[in-house]
Every structure is written in C-alpha cells, then in structure tokens.
C-alpha cells in the first residue's frame, strides 16, 4: 500500500539558511499533520491541514509557516534555522480530520550547522 | 507534569514472552487512543488505534483501554525479535478542530532471540 512521501530525507543546513520540506500524503487522504521529534523526544505536533486550511496550531515557532496545496501535497518552510531546529520532522496524513488514523511518513533528518 | 506518561525502559525480554507496556494520562478530555511502533530512525508505524474501555484484539497485539483509571496498555504475545523497536503511546481528544495526538515518551523493547 501507498505510504506517506517526504522529501528530503536528510537535509543539512546552516544557522540562518532556510530549508522547505516537503510531504505527500497517502493517496485520497485530505489532511496533513507536520510533527518535530528532537534526539530522545517524542513526537510533537506542529500544524495541521484539512482541505487547504488550517486545522489545528501546536508548538510552531513564528519562524516556520506551512500550507497544503490543491493536490494535497504540504509544505513546512523554515526560515532564519536555529541549532535548536535539528530534529525528525515527520508529516502524517489522514483521510478526514477529527479521526484516530493518522499514518506517518518516514521523516526528514535536518541537520542546522 | 506531562499530560501523557509511559515508562521509558528499557526492556528486554526473552523470544515469546508476554510484553506489557503501559501508559498512563492525566487530560480527561483525551477520546482516541493509539499505540505506535517506532524502528530506531524510522517514522513511527500505527499498531492499533480504539476510542472505548475495554479490550481490541489485532493478531498478536491486544490494546485495553480503562478511562475510568486513565490507563492504556498494549500486550504482544509470543513475542518476537523483529517486534523490537520503540512502542509509543499516542492520544487525543475528539472535538473538532483537535489534531494533534500527544505521545508518550515511548517504551524502548528488546526481544532477546
């Protein structure tokens, strides 16, 4: 079965640079989540798309902004990159929002020099 | 204190043993509960996933959820080496506009051949 797309997978960038992640979701699924996984953390969520809005807002610094476009595909920008921003970043989908089912990707591993 | 707690291991075991790991919360509001497996450097795998009390049955993986003590638990019978990974928990609640899943600190497991 089709999986959850992300690109990148590794990223490597230095303090101040920007970086854009990208996600495609499982075909038909409707809603994106983004999620940061520091060294040793669990997950925490970030932001979230339904249907190209906005469905929910976590801990998003004002640094980063993201969208989904008509095709469903996500992106996370990340601008002004800290030391701090090295982590997993993960993008999950789901078909509907409000739902239990959300299937990860297998992440991308940003590296902020 | 974390609204999610789950006992960070690690664990190991012996090849078809019982395993039990365990997740307690605190956020009443939390509906959906979910149980991930994660491979070290991978994205974390949905498991199983249920919304009442009681006991959901998937091969060798049993979920039991008591909302009334706030305690989640996953059981893997006959346990085996390839089932060693990372197991997080993973809530939520089910009000519209709520989506992000609150993970647990994950459970690191090893199933010794």
């Known amino acids: 079965a089709a999986g959850v797309i992300q690109s990148p997978r590794h990223l490597i960038k230095e303090k101040r640079e920007t970086a854009t992640l990208k996600c495609y979701p499982i075909?038909?699924?409707?809603?994106v989540y983004w999620y940061q996984q520091g060294p040793g953390q669990d997950p925490q969520f970030l932001i979230s798309?339904?249907?190209?809005?906005?469905?929910d807002k976590g801990s998003i610094p004002d640094r980063f902004s993201a969208q989904q476009f008509s095709d469903y595909h996500s992106e996370l920008n990340m601008s002004s990159l800290e030391l701090g921003d090295s982590a997993l970043y993960f993008c999950?989908?789901?078909?509907?929002?409000?739902?239990?089912?959300?299937?990860f990707g297998p992440g991308t591993r940003l590296l902020v020099l | 204190q974390k609204e999610v707690e789950q006992d960070p291991g690690p664990l190991s075991v012996p090849e078809g043993a019982i395993v039990s790991l365990n997740c307690t919360y605190s956020?009443?509001?939390?509906?959906?509960f979910m149980w991930y497996r994660q491979y070290s450097r991978k994205g974390p795998e949905l498991l199983m996933y249920?919304?009442?009390?009681g006991n959901k049955e998937d091969g060798r993986f049993t979920a039991q959820v008591d909302k009334s003590s706030k305690y989640i638990s996953l059981f893997i019978r006959d346990s085996q080496p390839s089932d060693s990974a990372t197991y997080l928990c993973?809530?939520?609640?089910?009000?519209?506009?709520?989506?992000?899943?609150?993970f647990g600190t994950g459970t690191r497991l090893t199933i010794i051949p």
């Open positions: 999950a989908s789901s078909s509907g929002t409000g739902v239990e089912t959300q299937y």
């Open positions: 249920t919304y009442s009390s």
């Open positions: 993973a809530m939520k609640g089910s009000n519209f506009g709520n989506e992000k899943l609150t």
């Open positions: 798309f339904y249907e190209k809005m906005q469905s």
């Open positions: 075909p038909r699924h409707d809603t």
């Open positions: 956020n009443s509001a939390f509906q959906y």
